[in-house]
């Protein structure tokens, strides 16, 4: 077993782990690949491949997140206001918005040109809308290039490409307006904009209270950007 050392040296790694016929070796190799991976950056997407094209994608990223929050809260009851997202749903929300965000990471690795015409946050919306699909695609997608079959590599980036395309929002006209309020409440944090523009729901409704009541238009975003924090403490938490 050789260490891995970059990005490209885990996208291989995964490609060698899914052309394995049993989900079980899968599971065991990938874990061994996470454990040998010398790069904290390749480490995080070797661990999101896992989750991602192996374990069950959002569903499962959805339920260690749930698992994390019950954790911390038997552990210190007193560190974490919000300790149930079945009962916010904002932090249920915005979860599922950074999970898709992790799955748009092993798009934008595996297709370069994907990774030049598209922002995570496009990437994501396509993966919201039609996960299982998305990922089917992607896990043909890895085998081709472990492969070297170009043909099939192709086909899937073109498959990808459309659903992006399809999946792009109806408000695109307003992502300048809704970067700079993002910028506002939160510089240089980048999660806060992806985690509005995943949603139409959200991006309208930011929107709209821009337009309307600008004070309350932040102090939804600084409420969107606390889920954001809750979660990424709960996940250097676990680590």
């Given at each position: 077993?050789?260490?891995?050392?970059?990005?490209?040296?885990?996208?291989?790694?995964?490609?060698?782990v899914l052309a394995l016929p049993e989900r079980r070796q899968q599971i065991v190799q990938m874990t061994v690949r996470v454990a040998m991976c010398l790069d904290a950056e390749a480490r995080t997407f070797l661990a999101d491949?896992?989750?991602?094209?192996?374990?069950?994608?959002?569903?499962?990223?959805?339920?260690?997140?749930?698992?994390?929050?019950?954790?911390?809260?038997?552990?210190?009851?007193?560190?974490?206001?919000?300790?149930?997202?079945?009962?916010?749903?904002?932090?249920?929300?915005?979860?599922?918005?950074?999970?898709?965000?992790?799955?748009?990471?092993?798009?934008?690795?595996?297709?370069?040109?994907?990774?030049?015409?598209?922002?995570?946050?496009?990437?994501?919306?396509?993966?919201?809308?039609?996960?299982?699909?998305?990922?089917?695609?992607?896990?043909?997608?890895?085998?081709?290039?472990?492969?070297?079959?170009?043909?099939?590599?192709?086909?899937?980036?073109?498959?990808?490409?459309?659903?992006?395309?399809?999946?792009?929002?109806?408000?695109?006209?307003?992502?300048?307006?809704?970067?700079?309020?993002?910028?506002?409440?939160?510089?240089?944090?980048?999660?806060?904009?992806?985690?509005?523009?995943?949603?139409?729901?959200?991006?309208?409704?930011?929107?709209?209270?821009?337009?309307?009541?600008?004070?309350?238009?932040?102090?939804?975003?600084?409420?969107?950007?606390?889920?954001?924090?809750?979660?990424?403490?709960?996940?250097?938490?676990?680590?």
């Amino acid at each position: 077993m050789i260490y891995i050392r970059n990005k490209a040296e885990a996208l291989d790694a995964v490609a060698s782990v899914l052309a394995l016929p049993e989900r079980r070796q899968q599971i065991v190799q990938m874990t061994v690949r996470v454990a040998m991976c010398l790069d904290a950056e390749a480490r995080t997407f070797l661990a999101d491949c896992q989750a991602g094209l192996v374990e069950g994608g959002a569903e499962y990223m959805r339920k260690r997140r749930h698992e994390m929050l019950a954790a911390q809260q038997q552990e210190a009851p007193e560190a974490i206001v919000i300790v149930d997202s079945s009962e916010d749903q904002l932090l249920e929300q915005v979860g599922m918005a950074l999970d898709a965000l992790r799955l748009s990471e092993i798009a934008r690795q595996l297709f370069p040109a994907v990774r030049e015409r598209h922002a995570p946050w496009e990437i994501a919306r396509a993966f919201l809308a039609a996960e299982e699909e998305m990922r089917a695609v992607m896990i043909e997608a890895v085998r081709a290039h472990g492969a070297g079959n170009s043909v099939l590599y192709e086909k899937d980036r073109a498959e990808v490409e459309r659903r992006i395309v399809a999946a792009g929002p109806p408000w695109m006209a307003e992502l300048p307006t809704l970067q700079k309020a993002c910028d506002e409440v939160a510089p240089g944090d980048s999660h806060l904009l992806p985690a509005i523009a995943v949603d139409d729901m959200r991006a309208r409704l930011v929107v709209d209270l821009l337009a309307s009541s600008r004070d309350e238009a932040l102090e939804y975003l600084g409420t969107v950007k606390a889920r954001i924090d809750t979660i990424h403490r709960l996940e250097n938490d676990s680590k």
